[in-house]
């Protein structure tokens, strides 16, 4: 067996657990950190599946396209703007909201760790030398990048021909970086909020509860102006804001680089939540073998 072979090899290994919910490879050859390693098995996978990519990118064009039609029809419905926005703040408001969302698959990383859980698989996991959430974030991270950069073009190309120059530059060259926030807030918070399948199994009403709070909380069907101003208020002090609406907020013009440290305090808050969640369910998972 060639070198080549033998780092194919590692790499389909790495990804194909980190696709399925399965258990993660075991550790790659030696000089690469084990989850580097799955993170870059994982980004390499997601380049390879080129079809469903595709599929990908332009469904994230069709919903961008749709909700913004619906917003920039009640701007001009309401005389040009809408709770303080344009029609062309808001075409696009929403083309980077369905950027970050439609890169991170919460469902996936919800559904997949209950389903390791229940078949058994994570008690695999606490035997290799790195840490379950360790790998799982590389996995997670890997396989979003490829995502979000051909969903970022999508959305950048389309507001550019549909709403014409940003409305603010300035603001725009802060919502880059706020984007690649969002996308790791987004992970974080998934894994975090997955961690409940540890102790409660059924992991569908999990994602939908937590896939509703990111519509509703996060700002994604529709700015947190047009909520009740009590409402509002608490969405704004939420993570789900943290992984919308702040990169919108930015990107349809307004100037506020505030939104940025709050995006990184929720970034280190939700890991460290993290943390503490999968080690206390990896307790839990010893003492009762998977009960």
Known sequence: MTRADTTRNTRNAAVAGARTGGA???????????????????????????RALAVNGLFHLVVTVALASLWVGAAQARGGSVVGYRGADLIWYIATTETVIMSVSTQQLIEGLGLDITSGRMEAELLRPVRPLTVRLAAALGSVAPRAVLCGTLGLGLALLWAGPPPRPAALALAAPSVVLAVGVSVMGAHAFAAACFWLRETRSAWFL????VFLLGGLLLPLEALPTGLARVARFSPFAAQAYAPARLASGHLEPGWLAVQAAWLVTLGWLAHRLFRAGEARLVRTGGG
Request: proline content about 19%.
């Open 24 to 50: 993660p490879a075991p550790p790659p050859p030696a000089g690469i950190g084990p989850a580097v390693a799955v993170g870059r098995a994982a980004a390499a996978e997601a380049l390879a599946a080129r």
């Open 210 to 213: 937590y896939q509703k709070l």
